[in-house]
């Protein structure tokens, strides 16, 4: 079986003759073997000395047990043959030992990306229904990680990634991705960005990625130009008879209240429940 690097694995099952069990039969394993390195892993199955083929690694009986046999010797080879494609599409180390861990189940897999940032989402979403934050941020980091979904797709071909896969060049073209795909201004680009640093630091801290792709970048945000209203526009407004609207009109107040006590709409609750008396 040939790998992407031009080096080759091979699977063979074979019988541990010195260790037969009550019933005389002997034991078979799996040896993977890869660049001269060799894992042993035991298939909790047995077979009886005259009916195992070794040039063949399955049983020559044909009974109904032997044939159930070399069907899951098939299995077991098939299952070696899908985890080994899985590393080698996320790029993980493939040799005889991570192939036996991964069958058994004992191999560390690697933390996604997109999974950490929506385990990091539920988080920022506490902190809004505690007051922290607005619903506003909660939107923005919702919609952060479907952007870089949409990014790894458009640009990679997959939803996910392993994390320690970032690269610092994949940071400048989601930067590029966000400003010219989805049409983000500096500010709202940077703030996604940021986004993104965030989870990469719970990584860091987790151990879950070594090498920061943040390393030696800065992001600026630019400060907004807003126009302020003139005192004869603000008057306008306030004269502005709202009576068969009356959701329009306590919008008029709210922001009116806003404009002579400095207050900021965020607060809006506790505006409208002022102004409601």
Known sequence: MKLSNESYFSLNFMVRRSRPNKEG???????????GQR???????YVAPNNWDASKGQSKGKTKKDLELNRYLDTIRTKICEIHNQLVMRDEMVNP??????FLGKLQKP???CEAFRELNKKVKDRNERGDICEGT??????????????????HDVKDIPMNKLTSGMVDDFEHFLRIKKGCANNAAVRYIRYLKS???????NK???????????????????????????????????????????VRDTFVFCCFTVLALINNHLIVSVLRG
């Open 138 to 155: 909660r939107l923005r980091w919702e919609r952060c990680v479907k952007y870089l979904e949409e990014f790894l797709i458009d640009k």
């Open 208 to 250: 879950w990625i070594e090498d920061d792709p943040f390393m030696g970048k800065r992001y600026v945000r630019t400060k907004p130009k807003r126009e302020k209203l003139t005192e004869a526009e603000l008057q306008r407004i306030i004269e502005l008879d709202l009576s068969e609207l009356p959701r329009l009109d306590l």
């Open 199 to 205: 989870v990469i630091r719970t990584g860091i801290a």
């Open 111 to 113: 933390t996604m990306l």
């Open 97 to 102: 030992d991570t192939l036996k861990k991964a």
């Open 39 to 45: 894992a042993e892993v035991y298939t909790n199955r």
């Open 25 to 35: 039969e002997f034991p078979i394993l799996l040896r993977i073997t890869m660049n």
